[in-house]
């Protein structure tokens, strides 16, 4: 595993924290990236949820947790309060870190094809490469798991 790692494509964008958050700044931290299609559908708020119930034995590991969506940082702001979200939530509304990461997918629902944001997680060592991904996520378990990577680095 360890021939095919990749550097993760750094990125600067907006956070619900109110401060600009920039991949490469937050190293030596290993950080865990949570690509998710949109505020307040069911998965993302499961998702989102999750991360955020789970964040402090993230930080108990020394791992920093995003979410990134396309959604503008007040749609964020509205889902945080509306959900009670502890999880910092990065706007990526021009969708650059999503082409970066692979994760602008064509879709299809009900038979209509569409260009989204597959489900997606990346776990980022403290040196910058993309230690797992988790592509096509499914909600359930996921957060255990990666909560789990994150532990056994």
Known sequence: MAD????????TLPSSSGEDVTL????????VLFFYP?????GCTTESIG?????????AAGAKVFGISKDSLAS?????????LTVPLLSDEHGSACEDFGVWKE?????KTFLG????TFLIGGDGQILREWR?????????????????L
């Open 38 to 42: 949109r505020d307040n559908t069911p």
């Open 76 to 84: 964020h702001d509205k889902f945080i309060a509306k959900k009670d």
């Open 51 to 59: 991360f955020s119930e789970a964040l402090p034995q993230f930080e």
């Open 4 to 11: 095919d790692l990749k550097q993760a494509p750094d990125f």
């Open 107 to 111: 879709k299809s629902m009900y038979g």
């Open 117 to 120: 944001i597959e489900r997606s």
């Open 136 to 152: 096509k996520v499914k909600v359930a378990g996921h957060v255990d798991e990666v909560l789990d990577a994150v532990k056994s």
């Open 24 to 31: 490469s700044a937050l190293r030596p931290a290993p950080v």
